[in-house]
Every structure is written in C-alpha cells, then in structure tokens.
C-alpha cells in the first residue's frame, strides 16, 4: 500500500489548522496566547488537541503505542474522516459488507463516495474472495464490522484476514462489540498490517455511550492523517475526564461485560421456548437477532408495552428478524414478560 497515492491530493497537500495549544503545550506560568476566559477554571482552558494524557492510558491498556491511536467523538468521527482524507467525491469508492452498521453508507453518502456492498452468505460469514472482486481500483477503504451489527456475529479471521492482505487501500475493521467476545480482537495484529485500521468505542462494554468517545488503532501514518483533519479540539475536557477515570476502575467494565454474556445466554435458552421465534443466530456481542413469525407485528406489540427492541426486518438478509440489545436482568425479563402475553 502506498499511503501518499492513496491520499487524496488536497489533504495531502493540505496546511492543517495550527491551535495555540499545538503551537506551545508544556508548563506556563501565565498562558495569554488562546482568547481564553481567566475564569472558571477548569473549563475555561481548550483540551489537549491531541489527548495525551488519556492516549498513554489507553495505550497500555490495549498494549499499542500512543501514537498509533486517534481518539475521536465517538467511532463515527474516524468513520468520517477516513472517507474524506482518502476518497475522491464522485470518483472513489468503499466497498463494504452487507449487512452491516449503517453509518458506513450514510457518512460515504454525505461525502459523495459511492458504496459497493458485498453480500454476507446466509450464516453472515464474510467470502473474501467475493469481496476482492468487487474491489476496483477507485476503492479506497474496504469497510468490516466484527462483532457484525445487527447480526452479532464475528467474521472469521482467516477471512478478515485474506481481505487485509490482498486489498491495496485501507481496511477497517469495526470492532464496536469486541469486549464481549474475548480473544478475537485483530489489534495485536496492529503491527503486521501498515493498512489494517481498527475502531473500538467506549459506548458499549465501557457502558460510555454518552461521553462519545471512540478509538482507531492504526500505523502512525495513517493517525497523523486523522489529526491533520479532524477539529482542533474534537475531545472535549469532560469526555477525557470521564474516560480517564473509569479507565482506573475498570473491573467494573470486566463485570458488566461477564454479566451481559451471561444475561445474553439466559435470553437465548428462554427465548427459545416461544412459539414465534423462528431463529436465534449466534452472538459475540450485547445483542441478538431473532427471526420470528410476524417481526414487524411483535415489535409493534412490545412498543405497546413500553419495550423498544430495533426492527431489522427491512434490512439485507434479516428479514422477519428483530435486534435485542441485552439488558440489565430486570430489563430482560420485563422483555420476556411482555413477550409471555403474546402466548
Ligand atoms: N460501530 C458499530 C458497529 C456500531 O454498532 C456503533 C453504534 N451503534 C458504532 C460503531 C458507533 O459507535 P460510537 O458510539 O463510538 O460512535
């Protein structure tokens, strides 16, 4: 991969906006050099464009180098970001899988980057070489998502794999759901692949949905391309705040993640017993997909109820089929309950 080819010419040539705080960021005794208000500490003061305090934190935890890490407002900022530094509106292409997280599509759509979608198989596993012959050579970024959203599912890594190895552009690997299927995370292949980039998230395991805080791993290059077009200051004091602090109490995280499995398992084996559930498909991830007799009448029936699931009946493959997030216990079986008066 050829990283400057890849580029598109105007980023690449462009002069990236120089904040006060990139200019000068070490120890002052008076800062009187960004327009700032003297008051309010600490609010006053713009954060570290660059989040390094919470960047070398996060490094050792995912045992990657801090600047192999881009932290932006939510994992839909890198999304957007990678479409507009490498593809040429109304020329380039993304080729993604289907189904998938429908963010790709959409942040694609706004920058006029025409999306190519390469079917799942009926099981949702990901056929590389089907997937390299749509690529052509106007694809720029190839878009995978493992766990997938909304089928649950980890794609096979020897697939994921296959595509990295063969594609000449950038490959991103959406791993939103990772905390919830220990061990099959592709960042500690970080090194081995210079076009491999992966987004992890702290709105789900971390259970920070709130705070918008996402994460790509990637060669350092590709990280300096990400921080010479994102805004200034795109993390906030807050949201580092917040990350920086849970990060030190993060066996908290562990629990809430060994609860949701369990919880997640309990919902399949009961959920089964019901006569209108067609399918329970696996999951790595605080999700499940159910195919069902009459999708579309029982999500009407729980919104009834108060119970709001995501219906994915429209979607490519997932016909007849609903999205369950797994709740807290009580949660769930409020779901199950509601469900029970269907019988
Ligand atoms: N990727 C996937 C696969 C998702 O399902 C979601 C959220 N639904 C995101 C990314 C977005 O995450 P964030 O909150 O970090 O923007």
Redesign the pocket.
Known sequence: MNLDKLLRKNIKNLQPYSSARDEFSGEAMVFLDANENPFNEPYNRYPDPLQRKLKKKIALLKDVMSEQIFLGN???EPIDLLIRAFCEPGVDNVVSIDPT?G?YQVAAGINNVEVKKVSLTEEFKLDAQKLLNVVDEKTKLVFL?SPN?PTGNCLNKEAVLEVVKNFQGIVVL?E?YIDFAPGKSLLPLLNDFPNLVT?Q?F?KAWGM?GIRL?MAFAATKIVSVLNKIKYPYNLNILTQQKALELIENRDKVEKWVKLLIAEREKMKKLLSDFPFIVKIFPSDANFILVKMHDARGIYEFLKEKGVIVRDRSKVHLCEDSLRITIGSSDENEQFLNALKELI
């Open positions: 939510g994992s839909d997280y963010m998502c959203n959406d939103a987004l998230t709105s949905a996402g």
